[in-house]
């Protein structure tokens, strides 16, 4: 079946030490989100990637970088990660110019800090 | 403004009970689309159905359907016959235009703050 997938599904790190995020998808879909999701609040999106371009939403600390080296795979880093960096990590995608299609999700990364 | 607005932080129904979740948005857009996600407490975001702004009818997939009501601005998602499996947070969100091109907003989803949803046996 076309998926996203995540992994790990669940990451311990250090405080300040940095982990990357991966997130792979069989969908050939030509965006790829990263949204950051705190417990009980809505997902908020970090930054996509349509195709190679890459989209930083304003509010996107600088100790989050996302690489994307190919159609199929896309990275998040965190540099120094921080307590408040603790949280779900959710990776999506959809084909561009189709807004009647949802984005499909990934089953998450649960991160924690140390 | 807020781009959805879920008003109800928690809701319970009773197992085999139709409930309602409440969805209101804010667009001047003329094109744009709304979802319904279910995310477990494993994490996993689930989509469960669309409505298209130009939709004339209302969408529906299994247990699931869609009051959608234009001039009011809502989309209410309606569950019916509750299972004890639909126990979970429930996201409504809207992705605007048809035609992006380039620009941070290209195909984002505006999420509200969820409602959580208790089915009781």
């Known amino acids: 079946d076309a998926m996203v997938i995540q992994n790990p599904r669940y990451q311990v790190t250090q405080f300040g030490k940095p982990v990357t995020l991966s997130c792979s998808q069989t969908?050939?879909?030509?965006?790829m989100y990263w949204y950051q999701q705190k417990s009980s609040q809505a997902p908020k999106l970090l930054f996509h990637?349509?195709?190679?371009?890459?989209?930083n939403e304003a509010d996107t600390p600088d100790n989050f970088q996302s690489r994307r080296p190919n159609t199929s795979f896309c990275f998040l880093d965190i540099r120094s990660p921080g307590l408040g960096d603790a949280a779900m990590y959710l990776c999506?995608?959809?084909?561009?110019?189709?807004?009647?299609?949802?984005?499909?999700f990934g089953d998450g990364t649960r991160l924690s800090i140390l | 403004a807020q781009k959805i607005t879920q008003t109800q932080p928690g809701m319970f129904v009773q197992e085999k009970e139709a409930v309602t979740l409440d969805c209101t948005y804010d667009?001047?857009?003329?094109?744009?689309?709304l979802f319904w996600y279910k995310q477990p407490s494993s994490g996993e975001m689930i989509f469960l159905i669309y409505?298209?702004?130009?939709?004339?009818q209302n969408a529906t997939e299994g247990r699931y359907s869609l009051n959608f009501q234009k001039a009011r601005k809502s989309a209410n998602l309606v569950i019916s016959a509750s299972q004890l499996g639909d126990s979970a947070m429930y996201f409504c969100?809207?992705?605007?235009?048809?035609?992006?091109?380039?620009?941070?907003?290209?195909?984002?989803?505006?999420f509200g703050r969820g409602t959580q949803l208790t089915v009781w046996p």
């Open positions: 999506a995608t959809s084909r561009a110019r189709d807004s009647n299609q949802p984005q499909h």
């Open positions: 990637y349509y195709d190679k371009d890459f989209n």
């Open positions: 409505q298209g702004s130009y939709d004339e």
């Open positions: 969908l050939n879909h030509n965006v």
């Open positions: 969100a809207m992705r605007e235009g048809l035609t992006p091109f380039g620009g941070s907003t290209l195909g984002r989803l505006y």
């Open positions: 667009t001047s857009d003329q094109s744009y689309g």
